[in-house]
């Protein structure tokens, strides 16, 4: 079975910083593209934050500066720091996990449940 499990939401001020966790198992880890997503009401599902399994991180433009992600492989585990945290940023946040391509067929894909971050302003 695999799961990923989100941690580290709560509510918070405008200005304030969070920490995420995800903690990754039934996959091999070290082979997994890590990101993490998030959801609004009423929108679509967006990319905050992606690190591949060597630590190179790529961010949605509106979220450059503020947010960092980092992975520990021999935790099997991502984080996403944010900081100077905006109402809009209120979503549910999702982790994802997507199998490092092969060049043979499809790549797996998963997704935690999700946490839920609220920023008042």
């Known amino acids: 079975q695999v799961q990923l499990v989100e941690s580290g939401g709560g509510f918070v001020q405008s200005g304030d910083s969070l920490r995420l966790s995800c903690a990754a198992s039934g996959i091999p880890f070290d082979r997994y593209v890590m990101g993490w997503y998030r959801q609004a009401p009423g929108k679509q599902r967006e990319l905050v934050a992606q690190?591949?399994?060597?630590?190179?991180?790529h961010y949605a433009e509106s979220m450059k500066g503020r947010f960092t992600i980092s992975r520990d492989n021999a935790k099997n585990t991502v984080n996403l720091e944010m900081n100077a945290l905006k109402p809009e940023d209120t979503a549910v946040y999702y982790c994802?996990?997507?199998?490092?391509?092969?060049?043979?067929?499809?790549?797996?894909?998963?997704w935690g449940q999700g946490t839920q971050v609220t920023v008042s302003s």
């Open positions: 690190i591949t399994s060597r630590g190179t991180s």
């Open positions: 994802n996990a997507k199998e490092n391509s092969l060049g043979m067929g499809p790549r797996n894909d998963y």
